[in-house]
């Protein structure tokens, strides 16, 4: 089936520890994002891409690493996790074209402790 | 003040009633996106809006670009239709980020 795939769905790091987020697309979508969604506070812009090769920061960049060596795959890094990470964290690709539908992955619930 | 203000931000109507959900931006952008989320759960796109109007089953969406704001409304409301619902604005031009409101939580009582 078509559309974006986030792994892991869930995870529980120490203090300290990395992780990497894997966000796949099929649709060969240009453009991909990460995005973090805390209570309250909406869905915040981490990191994205407007093509392979190409990363840029968002809203709130501090903390995280990104790379996107292949168009169909955005990675999310944590060096070092920390609490103020725990979150809920979307991908989410588009194609740059006018008229056309965002796609957003199912989201990683990553806890921090 | 956030770019993208969504009114109310909770909601509890009785099964079958009208629901409106507002939602104004300040920025020039190319497009709406209306979002699902249910609890726990993924977001699902359920408008893209340019201009005009756009329905789908008992969901209708509608945006005036000249007053920077959209509404979407449920009709014949239902408990499966309880979410959170998130309005997200699309930048003009080459920019393509999308901006979030912070959700309008619907609850639905039979």
């Known amino acids: 089936n078509a559309g974006v795939t986030q792994t892991p769905k869930f995870r529980v790091l120490k203090t300290g520890q990395s992780m990497t987020l894997l966000c796949a697309q099929d649709?060969?979508?240009?453009?991909m994002y990460w995005y973090r969604q805390d209570p309250g506070m909406g869905l915040r812009l981490i990191h994205y891409?407007?093509?392979?090769?190409?990363?840029a920061k968002g809203e709130v960049p501090d903390g995280y690493n990104v790379s996107r060596l292949k168009k169909q795959n955005f990675l999310l890094g944590l060096e070092s996790a920390a609490p103020s990470q725990t979150s809920v964290y979307f991908c989410?690709?588009?194609?740059?074209?006018?008229?056309?539908?965002?796609?957003f992955g199912q989201g990683t619930r990553l806890t921090v402790v | 003040k956030n770019e993208v203000e969504q009114s109310p931000q909770n909601l509890t109507a009785q099964e079958g009633e009208f629901i409106t959900i507002n939602c104004s931006y300040s920025v020039g952008i190319s497009a709406l996106h209306w979002l699902q989320q249910h609890p726990g759960g993924g977001i699902v796109s359920l408008f893209m809006l340019s201009s005009g109007k756009k329905k789908h089953g008992r969901l209708i969406a509608t945006i005036n670009i000249q007053e920077k704001h959209s509404s979407l409304h449920i009709t014949a409301s239902h408990p499966r239709d309880s979410a959170v619902y998130i309005c997200a604005v699309r930048g003009g031009g080459s920019n393509y980020k999308l901006t979030f409101g912070k959700g309008t939580l619907l609850t639905v009582n039979p």
């Open positions: 891409s407007v093509g392979e090769g190409t990363t």
């Open positions: 649709m060969n979508h240009e453009y």
């Open positions: 989410a690709s588009i194609q740059p074209t006018v008229g056309t539908e965002a796609f």
